[in-house]
């Protein structure tokens, strides 16, 4: 569904009681891209920007699965991707691993940016179960670096 943001009180537990919730980012339903579903949404701030990365499309049936991200100079928006039309993925399948989204992200001591996401082995895609006739997904967590280029997040191998 669409991504939804609303300001916290100042003890950061409840909403503020003048605010309101407001749609920041919309779902495509006509996209063949990642854009039909977004969900799992997390917000960086850098620079002045606040950057909102999504997942989307459908993690695990189909598998068509990606993390996108969105800029704002607000955190109420408006949210634009990096290019017109269907956006690029930040992280998107490749040979190992499919289906990658739901990140979050981690600055350790040093100031390196890493984000957390899971993804799906392609070697080892499923999990045992007792019932035969039951399976699911082996989702596994990674991590890469996360740097910027021309304001923009990028993948650091």
């Known amino acids: 569904g669409p991504i939804r943001v609303r300001e916290l009180g100042p003890d950061g537990t409840r909403f503020a009681a003048d605010s309101e919730t407001r749609v920041v980012l919309r779902p495509n339903p006509q996209s063949q891209g990642y854009t039909r579903l977004l969900e799992g949404p997390w917000v960086i701030e850098r620079s002045g920007y606040y950057y909102l990365f999504v997942s989307g499309d459908s993690c695990c049936s189909p598998q068509h699965y990606a993390v996108l991200v969105a800029r704002a100079r607000s955190p109420f ?7 017109a039309g269907e956006p690029k993925p930040i992280i ?3 040979e190992r691993w499919n289906a990658p989204g739901h990140n979050g992200f981690l ?7 890493w984000t957390y996401f899971h993804a799906v082995d392609r070697e080892r895609p499923r999990l045992k179960h007792p019932v035969p006739e039951v399976t699911s997904l082996r989702r596994v967590m990674l991590r890469s670096r996360i740097g910027f280029k021309d304001g923009w997040p990028v993948l650091i191998p």
Not at 77 to 83: I, L, M, T, W
Not at 107 to 113: F, S, T, Y
Request: proline fraction near 6%.
């Open 107 to 113: 600055e350790d001591r040093e100031g390196v940016l």
């Open 77 to 83: 928006g408006p949210f634009e991707y990096e290019s």
């Open 92 to 94: 998107e399948a490749n």
